[in-house]
């Protein structure tokens, strides 16, 4: 069964974490497809905490006796692939920037040749 004290961290990380997601939108440092999904984890996360029942019910299905294990498991797993999501986007940025530039000098290239 989890705490208040739980559930409030719960809701105020949640909140956090959607925060954090729309800063990054913001930034152009996470493409909109990667955020849809850590949007809709924040909800879920929010789920977990104003009904801890379904909570429960995750982490007995798991196999898992204490929901505080659950969560805080959820919760280290979500930082890992979040902050690999943001690197990814930045990458992907940079490849696209330059295959742009790439494309460019071949095309100067090609006209320097004629």
Not at 51 to 62: H, N, R, Y
Not at 66 to 95: C, G, P, R, Y
Request: charged content about 20%; overall charge positive.
């Amino acid at each position: 069964m989890m705490t208040t004290t739980l559930r409030i961290a719960l809701i105020l990380v949640s909140l956090g974490t959607f925060a954090m997601i729309m800063r990054k939108i913001r930034q152009s440092r996470m493409q909109i497809e990667s955020a849809i999904f850590w949007i809709v984890l924040a909800l879920v996360l929010v789920v977990y905490s104003v009904f801890p029942k379904v909570a429960d019910a995750c982490a007995g299905l798991l196999g898992i006796y204490a929901t505080t294990n659950f969560l805080f498991a959820i919760f280290v797993l979500i930082l890992k692939v979040f902050f690999m999501s943001i690197h990814i986007s930045q990458l992907e940025s940079k490849i696209k920037e330059l295959v742009q530039v790439m494309a460019l000098e071949e095309k100067k290239y090609e006209e320097e040749k004629r």
